[in-house]
């Protein structure tokens, strides 16, 4: 079982900044998937950006591509997720999930755990 906690949500203003991190523990392998999603009420949950557990390349959403960049991983257990020129757009919850399978994985259907999630506020 793996357990997931994400923080660092809150209320920012457009072209600001915020950092969201993920700490894992439990039985967390080296050759888990991990990824951050986002859900705003209404809509489904939607692919923010994805890596594997120890590292490598990275796959991002066009939304926020050369924007918000995916990192951490098993050295550290934790997942970070640093949001640049936020929008009001990026308004919703985020949450962090975890794939027991090698990835960069983008589907939310294939992912095994997911933290409570975090809001993310952007104010226009």
């Known amino acids: 079982q793996v357990q997931l906690v994400e923080s660092g949500g809150g209320l920012v203003q457009a072209g600001g900044s915020l950092r969201l991190s993920c700490a894992a523990s439990g039985r967390t392998f080296s050759t888990y998937a991990m990824g951050w999603f986002r859900q705003v009420p209404g809509k489904e949950r939607e692919f923010v950006a994805a890596?594997?557990?120890?590292?490598?390349?990275?796959v991002y959403a066009d939304s926020v591509k050369g924007r918000f960049t995916i990192s951490g991983g098993n050295a550290q257990k934790t997942l970070y997720l640093q949001m640049n020129s936020l929008k009001p757009e990026d308004t919703a919850v985020y949450y962090c999930?975890?794939?027991?399978?090698?990835?960069?994985?983008?589907?939310?259907?294939?992912?095994?755990?997911w933290g409570q999630g975090t809001q993310v506020t952007v104010s226009s």
């Open positions: 890596i594997n557990w120890s590292g490598g390349s990275a």
């Open positions: 999930a975890a794939a027991r399978r090698i990835g960069p994985v983008t589907r939310w259907d294939d992912y095994n755990y």
